[in-house]
């Protein structure tokens, strides 16, 4: 074992940074609105069983990996079978992805914090959003100049979170109980705030009405699955580092468990706060609820910012309240993301993560300046869509035949039973070896067929290729990153522990 890896300051650090990793801006509004259109209450169902069978059985095998080889995920991987480091490559890619553009909603958020003092959307909050904040340009094709409020945003963002991590874990072990506690208060506020509206009641039946006939939609069922990784953070490397930091003899079974329920149960009680509202707005605006939600990204920046100006009393505190609620909340997996890619070449090279991690903080806030073009929105769609749809599904795919079939499934539950509190069953196993990678599997294939046959989003063909091509693209990168010699790496140390 490597006694001279940094160390979580005590189980709850860990367990209460893995909770930030896994609560971020995908609970508060992806959440929600990806139940709402899968059937409402309904979706709760494939939900909780993606929970079961995908998320906590991946937890439970990042972590067994993380704490068994003390490594960020290539070395992992690397300890596994040498061939399989690129697996590990490859979750940092699409971690990479996704840090280039998550920090970049995290800056809306923070100008709209500053709006929201005098309301500055006023009472159209789509056309304010889409043609006086974002001013859209007509598509991809046109970046159109960068939007500089956007690019203050995102510098204060990038610094947020250097600054959380540059002191290292014994730092991060107390940051994360502040980023973890004040959303959680902010959220208890906004549901109190919401639940005491007049129709509220309309939104929660919505929210909570199931419509059974959905589940025979296999769609349902893949959105499901697609939410639990995400939500949880999963193949994303994020969870594999941050249990590599585990003291010895640490369970792992028992931490799964918690923080896996912890955030799909703040996912569900997010869910009153923002139903409640659109219950309320709903009721202001004479429709059915139906009629107020909107897409993805326009739940949290029109339709909540339309209710909250409605509110009949001190709204702007709550709209100041809401963002700094999604602020909060995407802090502590903004960072999540970066320290698995920093940590990833720490591990094979030995830089020093002081000079590595300004630089990736650097380059991620200048890379990240596309995004705040006019055509910029654009861009951080596409790459969501991309890194989200087949990075992650490559990469848990990956995880489950490296470990089910090359490690076996049943030497990594061995290990984990032998620390945890509690054992896991041959379930474990079933879960790995067939059911995750199958749903896997056909999630990956349909969602190449609808490419092929529709191209994503209406954008032109030509944006599709690059999507595809950053795809290859992160691929290629990391055998590259693979077959480039790092410093001597203590292979021996898997099996010692
Ligand atoms: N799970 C986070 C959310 O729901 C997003 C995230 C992705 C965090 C990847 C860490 C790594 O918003």
Known sequence: MNEARERWTSRSSFIIASVGAAIGLGNVWRFPYICYENGGGAFLIPYFIALLTAGIPLMILEYGLGRKMQAGAPTAFAMVRKGAEWVGWLSLMVVMLIFLYYPVIMAWCVDYVTYAFNLGWGADARTFFERDFLQLSGGPGALAGIRWPIVIGLAVVWLAIYL???????????????????????????????????????????????????LLNPRVWLAAYGQIFFTLSLAMGTMIVYSSY???????????????????????????????????????????????????????????????????????????????????????????????????FTDKWKFNRKRVLPLVCILG??????????????????????????????????????????????KMREYVNDVSEFSIGKWWDICIKIITPVILGISFILSIVTLIRKGYGGYPAWATIIGVVITIGIVVMSFVLMSLRGKTMKMEASETD
């Open 164 to 214: 959380c991590l540059f002191k290292g874990l014994k730092a991060l072990s107390k940051i994360v109980f502040y980023t973890v506690i004040i959303p959680w208060v902010i959220l208890v506020i906004m549901v109190i705030r919401g639940l005491t509206l007049p129709g509220a009641i309309e939104g929660l039946k919505f929210y909570l009405t199931p419509n059974f006939s959905v």
């Open 246 to 344: 585990l003291p010895r003899k640490s369970d792992i079974a028992n931490n799964s468990f918690i923080v896996s329920l912890a955030n799909c149960g703040t996912s569900f009680f997010a869910g009153f706060a923002v139903f409640s509202i659109l219950g309320y707005l709903a009721q202001a605006m004479g429709v059915g609820v139906p009629e107020v939600t909107k897409s993805g990204f326009g739940l949290a920046f029109i339709t909540y910012p339309t209710a909250i100006r409605l509110l009949p009393f001190i709204p702007a505190f709550f709209g100041i309240l809401f963002f700094l609620l999604l602020l909060t909340l995407g802090i502590d997996s903004a960072f999540s993301q970066i320290e698995p890619f920093v940590a990833g």
């Open 365 to 410: 806030f200048l890379i990240g300046i596309v995004f705040t073009t006019r055509g910029g929105y654009y861009w951080l769609d596409i790459v969501d869509y991309f890194a989200n749809t087949f990075g992650l599904t490559m990469v848990g795919l990956l995880e489950c035949i490296v470990i089910g079939y090359i490690y076996k499934a049943s």
